[in-house]
């Protein structure tokens, strides 16, 4: 799960069965292994994050069958 990907790319990967969890997964462990030098980010939720991302697999494959 590359943290390069465009939106499109993105959703594209999801409908190809990469999970929303992966993908946002993906993108908190590069926050936390880069942010401590960048400093970008006052606080990162990652449970809400993690939550959020289950919520857009629920909507997109278990409610949809």
């Not at 993108?27 to 401590?36: G, V």
């Not at 960048?38 to 289950?54: K, P, Q, S, Y």
């Amino acid at each position: 799960t590359g943290t390069d990907r465009t939106a499109h790319e993105l959703l594209h990967a999801q409908a190809q069965g990469e999970s929303a969890e992966a993908i946002a997964r993906a993108h908190l462990d590069i926050i936390a292994k880069r942010d401590p030098d960048i400093r970008a980010f006052l606080h990162v939720d990652e449970a809400l994050v993690m939550d959020r991302a289950r919520a857009v697999h629920h909507e997109r494959f278990i409610d949809m069958q």
